[in-house]
């Protein structure tokens, strides 16, 4: 599971004894709330159905997919469709390859999904395994999934752009400067990404 409320909180605090910003920070736009999803095959599938798609838009998909191979869309019982039925759900082409990758490598145990690596990249690299989840992907599912607490997806626009908006810079940093900057927030990186979501979707803005 992910972080917790109390957890995020926790961390946060302790961020703001490193960088009083996030202090600042905080009192304009209050805690997040957790992002918490399941772990598991079931999440990833999910996150594959809804990528480039609006929210509703993939929750129309899901549905369908869920009403032809039953509540959680088993991986064998999707390897089994054909692709006929699988479009009439709304799976593209693609994202059928990338949902059947995902699938195989879990019935073949290739995706130990419930043992997965405890070093993060280690983790990072087994996600990738799958078409279709890329760095991104699989550091949202360690992040939100997982609980993993030191995951930073340094290349995510609106964490770049949050950094930024933290820390009063003159332009939104690249990946790698958001890397360099957020080296001090070790080991507490996790809960400092769920922060610049939240103060992005806020619209803050350091005066």
Not at 8 to 13: I, P
Not at 100 to 117: F, I, K, Q
Not at 139 to 146: D, H, K, N, S, V
Not at 160 to 183: C, F, M, N, T
Request: net charge negative; charged share 25%; with cysteine.
């Amino acid at each position: 599971m992910g972080i917790s409320a109390t957890g995020l909180k926790s961390a946060l605090d302790a961020l703001a004894l490193i960088e009083p910003r996030f202090a600042d920070a905080i009192t304009a736009t209050g805690y997040p709330d957790a992002r918490i999803r399941d772990p598991g095959y079931t999440t990833l599938l999910s996150t594959i159905v809804g990528q480039q798609v609006s929210v509703a838009a993939a929750a129309s998909v899901w549905n369908k997919l869920e009403t032809l191979l039953g509540e959680g869309c088993a991986p064998d019982k999707l390897i089994e469709q054909d692709f006929d039925a699988l479009r009439a759900c709304g799976l593209s082409r693609q994202k059928q390859g990338y949902a059947r990758s995902l699938a195989e490598l879990v019935v073949s145990g290739e995706l130990p999904l419930d043992a997965l690596p405890l070093d993060d990249e280690e983790a990072i690299t087994y996600l990738t395994k799958v078409k279709g989840i890329g760095r991104w992907s699989a550091e949202i599912y360690l992040l939100f999934a997982e609980g993993r607490v030191d995951i930073w997806p340094a290349g995510d626009l609106a964490v770049q752009e949050g950094v930024g908006r933290l820390l009063k810079l003159d332009a939104r940093p690249s990946e790698k400067e958001v890397r360099l900057i957020a080296e001090k927030w070790r080991p507490h990186r996790g809960a400092a990404a769920i922060f610049t979501w939240h103060i992005y979707a806020k619209g803050f803005q350091v005066i």
